[in-house]
């Protein structure tokens, strides 16, 4: 048994005196992803507000290969897909990209190559504003590719997309967790990941 | 990539962006313009009046057109999620924002600077004091971004912060205020403004050191909420 490179030791989360989860538990190894279910407003986005290092957990400790979560090593290894896309929509597909480039570290995909995955190539000088819901969120998905991370923290990932779109991103993923990669995720939709152990919290 | 890179991307990104939005730049310089250009017609015919009160009125303009200013320096970035990108990356933080407010002040400070000669003759001050206007907005007005900063990044995560900021931020501004329209008032009178320019390049150089922190801090509260 190989030790856990994500854990979670007795997490809760209060928020307007109403408990959201307490003394949560979960160790991810990887290769391994954590799909958090629960209704709206059960607390998933908190939890990966926290997992990002946004907000404190009013209890509990957060592990990343042994050492907590307060370092750079941590944020290097890390990418954040909220409900924000955090794409600027006067910037171009290409200037988007190479920014978050320069914010990190080039990843496994060039950038042509990543936009290509995402289904989005020829778009590279296209204003985002030009694209739809659905192309801004494979053009999110394109900044994890390329950008080196081994933990991707995804809120409601097939927020927009169409079947071909998720069946993409289900694939990436695999690919992901293949590649010894770590996926913390909140999905509505049900997860079809092949080969993937996918471990379950169940938030209520 | 290094973190001089990251620095320059940001400055870089944010100037792409200030020329894709014009009219955000636009609108604090026609404030200062409209502002200045309204004194000699309120107080009429009176040029003697007008030099005398020509420093403190260019400041004053300045001052509250860098007020005006102020929110655009990471609103839209908190709206869209790219600030919660940024304080992600692995690098510190502190130096990402230092680039951003570089950039803010070259769009918003700068044309200050480029537009107030022709303020300054239409006020009818002396080539001389003129200088020194100069040489203290290219001071000053970094020193009003910076400090700005701090308010704008714990007021960014309010939904009307407007109020909050303009009381933050206006009495840190207020030494500026001092020693610069000091400064330019007294070249006007031919009296040596070494002190004042001293004074006013310390808060500079402790604003460039001291301020991306608190500021950072600030935008790391603001994102808890």
Redesign the interface.
């Known amino acids: 048994m190989t030790s856990p490179v994500l854990q979670g030791i007795g997490l809760s989360c209060i928020r307007d005196d109403r408990v959201l989860f307490a003394d949560l538990v979960f160790a991810l190894q990887a290769g391994q992803a954590l799909l958090l279910e629960g209704q709206n407003g059960s607390g998933k986005t908190s939890l990966l507000r926290i997992l990002c290092g946004f907000r404190e957990a009013d209890a509990g400790t957060i592990l990343w290969c042994g050492t907590g979560i307060n370092d750079s090593q941590y944020r290097a290894d890390m990418a954040y897909v909220g409900h924000l896309d955090g794409i600027k929509k006067e910037l171009t597909v290409l200037e988007n990209l190479s920014f978050a480039v320069a914010l990190g570290q080039s990843g496994l995909h060039a950038i042509a190559d990543a936009l290509a995955r995402v289904q989005l190539s020829g778009y590279d000088d296209m204003p985002v504003q030009a694209l739809s819901a659905g192309q801004k969120r494979r053009l999110s998905l394109a900044r994890l590719l390329v950008t080196q991370n081994r933990l991707w923290i995804l809120d409601e990932p097939f927020t927009s997309l169409d079947k071909q779109g998720i069946k993409l991103t289900e694939t990436l993923m695999a690919e992901h967790c293949a590649g010894g990669g770590l996926i913390v995720l909140t999905s509505h939709h049900d997860l079809n990941l092949q080969g993937v152990a996918v471990q379950r919290i169940h938030l209520s | 990539?290094p973190l001089t890179?990251?620095f320059f991307?940001?400055i870089r990104?944010d100037l792409?962006?200030a020329l894709?939005?014009r009219s955000e730049i636009a609108n604090p310089l026609l404030f200062f313009v409209l502002v200045i250009t309204l004194f000699p017609l309120g107080i009429g015919a009176r040029p003697q009046l007008l030099q005398t009160i020509a420093p403190g009125i260019i400041w004053v303009a300045a001052l509250l057109a860098a007020m005006l200013s102020l929110d655009s320096l990471f609103r839209?970035d908190f709206?869209?999620?790219?600030l919660?990108?940024?304080?992600?990356?692995?690098?510190?933080v502190s130096v990402?924002i230092l680039g951003k407010i570089i950039a803010h002040w070259l769009v918003t400070g700068l044309p200050l600077l480029v537009i107030a000669p022709l303020l300054a003759i239409f006020l009818g001050m002396s080539v001389h004091s003129l200088g020194i206007l100069l040489l203290t907005l290219l001071l000053g007005t970094p020193v009003l971004s910076l400090i700005g900063a701090i308010g704008v990044a714990l007021t960014v995560g309010l939904r009307r912060g407007g109020m909050i900021l303009s009381l933050l931020v206006l009495p840190l501004y207020v030494p500026v205020l001092i020693f610069a329209g000091n400064a330019v008032a007294m070249a006007g009178n031919g009296l040596p403004v070494g002190a004042q320019i001293n004074i006013l390049t310390a808060m500079l150089f402790m604003a460039l050191a001291l301020a991306p922190w608190p500021t950072a801090a600030a935008l790391?509260m603001s994102?808890?909420q």
């Open positions: 990539m890179h990251a991307a940001v990104r792409i962006l894709r939005r839209s709206d869209d999620g790219s919660e990108q940024m304080l992600l990356s692995q690098h510190p990402l790391k994102m808890s």
